[in-house]
């Protein structure tokens, strides 16, 4: 069973309002959550303001050093950058002290929907595709992004991956379980190291540059985790 | 000597060479501390610098157990009735104009470079120059909320930002439009 999709768009591509949708779910969930934690209003609001200024510029930036300013486009992991440079530039602009941690760790728990959206539009505008296949599931492009042959679906499968860590951690968040938000950390950054294999970018590549940045997130990830755990056991 | 500070009841007033400040108690709601210019300090209390004027009117006052401020007959510190004292505002305005010097003066820059075929170097100034013109508005309106000079620029960023969607959003549907207009010609 062969999916079909036809990329010549009514009016808005679905890839641009995807990745609007991402930011109005990951800034709603952020500003949610970090209320929840008890950041003032006014810092929370100030980082829904920053966050798609410094994602978009960071995921931009980021392919533009990749490619050596051969090509545009907004790359994930510079979008990831940019949330975390975001959280971390309010939690020092804000008056409080411990700030900074519980921004960081709410930027955490919601980049994986965030990711889980965008790839949603990759999904129907035929970017970001997987390798050629021709098995069950696989997508047929037809129209201004037409391809030669069926794909497999990697940006499906990315969206599901990415919602289910995003409700995992959500769970965990929200039960105040011991280093839920490093376990999200590090199952984002495996999944996304292994579903890169997947695409049709990769074939010929042994290890992409977005492979070598998810398991330097990976290191410190699990780096992060230990200490953490090493904070609990001491204390 | 405690001071009750603009109905801030209970702050513990100190003196140093640079004359007296205020020790806020703890449980005071945030905004109303930040509203009266206290700052958070490293050891975990929100701190108050006063102008020499409420300084000297609290040394006169010797050893009273709990002072009123402002004192009935004694003018408010400047800018109390604001709350912002002169040295704030001289801070937040500066960082306004760095902030607007950013955010429309670099534009001039960005473009000679566009016109000498910089396109990526553009990308880059303009977009940390915004950035950091956004980021220096926060910070005045996180540490400084009464300035005026910060609200209005925000109001105007704010205006940009949704005019620049607008615009975007103008020009994706004009975009849409025009390929299915000259579709097979």
């Known amino acids: 069973m062969h999916i079909h999709i036809n990329t010549d768009f009514s009016l808005f591509p679905p890839y641009g309002l995807m990745i609007g949708l991402s930011f109005l779910a990951g800034a709603v969930g952020m500003y949610l959550l970090n209320i929840r934690r008890g950041i003032q209003k006014n810092v929370a609001r100030y980082l829904l303001l920053l966050l798609p200024l410094m994602s978009i510029f960071c995921g931009m930036g980021l392919t533009l050093i990749t490619s050596g300013g051969q090509s545009s486009g907004l790359s994930s992991v510079g979008g990831l950058i940019g949330v975390y440079a975001a959280a971390v530039t309010m939690g020092l602009i804000s008056p409080v002290k411990g700030d900074l941690r519980k921004m960081a760790e709410t930027s955490t728990v919601m980049l994986p929907l965030m990711y889980s959206v965008s790839k949603i539009g990759c999904f129907l505008a035929g970017c970001c595709h997987g390798f050629p296949y021709d098995g069950i599931l696989a997508v047929e492009y037809t129209g201004q992004n037409a391809l030669d042959s069926a794909v497999f679906p990697v940006q499906a499968a990315e969206t599901l991956t990415f919602l289910v860590i995003f409700l995992l951690g959500l769970r965990l968040y929200l039960k105040q379980k011991r280093c839920a938000v490093q376990i999200v950390f590090i199952l984002s950054a495996m999944a996304k190291f292994a579903l890169d294999f997947l695409r049709a970018s990769h074939i010929g590549v042994m290890i992409s540059v977005t492979q070598g940045l998810c398991l330097a997130l990976a290191v410190i990830g699990i780096v992060w985790l230990m200490q953490s755990k090493n904070v609990i056991h001491n204390s | ?185």
């Open chain 2, 1 to 185: 000597m405690i001071v009750n500070y603009f109905g801030i009841m209970g702050c513990e007033c100190r003196f140093d060479a640079q004359g007296a400040f205020l020790a806020a108690p703890n449980g005071v709601p945030v905004p109303q501390l930040q509203q009266f210019g206290f700052y958070y300090a490293q050891d975990g209390i929100w701190y108050k610098r006063l102008s020499p004027q409420e300084s000297a009117y609290l040394q006169s006052l010797g050893n009273q157990p709990v002072v009123v401020l402002p004192a009935p007959g004694v003018g408010a510190a400047p800018g109390a009735e604001t709350g912002e004292t002169p040295e704030e505002k001289k801070t937040a305005d500066k960082l306004c104009v760095l902030s607007l010097i950013l955010m429309y003066g670099v534009t001039a820059v960005s473009y000679a470079m566009a016109n000498a075929g910089i396109t990526n170097a553009l990308y880059s100034v303009s977009g940390l120059a915004g950035i950091a013109a956004f980021i220096l508005m926060i910070v005045v309106r996180v540490k400084y909320p009464k300035n005026k000079f910060g609200k209005v620029l925000m109001i105007i960023y704010l205006i940009q930002l949704a005019l620049g969607i607008l615009a975007f959003l103008a020009l994706m549907i004009m975009c849409q439009s025009c390929i299915h207009d000259c579709r097979g010609m």
